[in-house]
T-cell receptor
Framework: DSGVTQTPKHLITATGQRVTLRCSPR?????VYWYQQSLDQGLQFLIQYYNGEERAKGNILERFSAQQFPDLHSELNLSSLELGDSALYFC?????????????FGQGTRLTVV | TQLLEQSPQFLSIQEGENLTVYCNSS?????LQWYRQEPGEGPVLLVTVVTGGEVKKLKRLTFQFGDARKDSSLHITAAQPGDTGLYLC???????????FGQGTTLQVKP
């Protein structure tokens, strides 16, 4: 158990819909990272928040947004869903703003868009 | 453009054999991490290498960071079925918060 909690574990939804994925980081970690893992693209960095503020942005679509709340949990919002958004979405957390040491990954949310 | 190239992509070997997985890039990284991921689970960190030329051992696993900090390798001695999984390398740059992952190497160790 990494200490990072992601909910839900599975999500099936229709095209055009909107979903919210939730992540609770390890106790004491201030950074939260979101990654998307698909078969053809591998693990792709989406976005990072550190202590409530956006810290780094990767290949995140405009239809996607995220935020980190004062209690440090984070949510990833995916809207106008397309079939190609089906993937595993992982959240990771680390103590500081830089990823040089180590990040701990949650078990992921498997999103299926039908 | 894939910044980190892993090879091979797939590897199927017999128990007891040795293997090496390579992670190559034209970019310099401040550190490189190796993860192992099992189906339905998130990646689990195995090791972080920081210094060029660094070698770290974790039981039967040996990790090396290239002198120029552009490449890394993972060597497994006497592989066991429990080593089966997806091995991912990931590079970090010191002034950013993001990890760049390789495509992964799927290892299958047959008993």
């Amino acid at each position: 158990d990494s200490g990072v909690t992601q909910t839900p574990k599975h999500l099936i939804t229709a095209t055009g819909q909107r979903v919210t994925l939730r992540c609770s980081p390890r106790s004491g970690d201030l950074s939260v990272y979101w990654y998307q893992q698909s078969l053809d693209q591998g693990l792709q960095f989406l976005i990072q928040y550190y202590n409530g503020e956006e810290r780094a942005k990767g290949n995140i679509l405009e239809r996607f947004s995220a935020q980190q709340f004062p209690d440090l949990h984070s949510e990833l919002n995916l809207s106008s869903l397309e079939l190609g958004d089906s993937a595993l979405y992982f959240c990771a957390s680390s103590v500081g703003p830089l990823i040089n040491t180590e990040a701990f990954f949650g078990q992921g949310t498997r999103l299926t868009v039908v | 453009t894939q910044l980190l190239e892993q090879s091979p992509q797939f590897l199927s070997i017999q128990e007891g054999e040795n293997l090496t997985v390579y992670c190559n890039s034209s970019s310099v990284f401040s550190s490189l991490q190796w993860y192992r991921q099992e189906p339905g689970e998130g990646p689990v960190l195995l090791v972080t290498v920081v210094t060029g030329g660094e070698v770290k051992k974790l039981k039967r696993l040996t990790f090396q960071f290239g002198d120029a900090r552009k490449d890394s390798s993972l060597h497994i001695t006497a592989a066991q079925p429990g080593d089966t999984g997806l091995y991912l390398c990931a590079g970090a740059r010191s002034n950013t918060g993001k990890l760049i992952f390789g495509q992964g190497t799927t290892l299958q160790v047959k008993p």
